[in-house]
């Protein structure tokens, strides 16, 4: 049974940071790219951030680029993101997942997801 929890989302104000976790179980998760999402009220899901299984590659979406980091701990099954200067935009519930493929965008290629933390940025 594959599970992966997010957590760390919170109501912050614009200009402050965050760090989000994803702690990933029932999985190889060593074997595993893993990527984050956001989703804003009637929007579309979008692609965040992605890192290869060993963590020394990784891609951004250029909103977040310079701003956020993504990582991992191998040895805690964990994936994270650490935001910074957050701005009223980034307000959407974000998403981990996992996906046995390279490092690509989209969602289609990952197979596990979590239910989602929410970030909101007041102006």
């Known amino acids: 049974q594959v599970h992966l929890e997010e957590s760390g989302g919170r109501l912050v104000q614009a200009g402050n940071s965050l760090r989000l976790s994803c702690v990933a179980s029932?999985?190889?998760?060593?074997?595993?790219?893993m990527g984050w999402f956001r989703q804003a009220p009637e929007k579309e899901r979008e692609y965040v951030a992605v890192i290869n299984w060993r963590g020394d590659f990784t891609k951004y979406a250029d909103s977040v680029k310079d701003r956020f980091t993504i990582s991992r701990d191998n040895a805690k099954n964990t994936v994270f993101l650490q935001m910074s200067d957050l701005k009223p935009e980034d307000t959407a519930k974000y998403y981990c997942?996992?996906?046995?493929?390279?490092?690509?965008?989209?969602?289609?290629?990952?197979?596990?997801w979590g239910q989602g933390t929410q970030v909101t940025v007041s102006s």
């Open positions: 997942a996992a996906s046995l493929t390279s490092v690509l965008t989209s969602e289609d290629a990952f197979q596990y």
């Open positions: 029932g999985l190889a998760f060593g074997s595993y790219s």
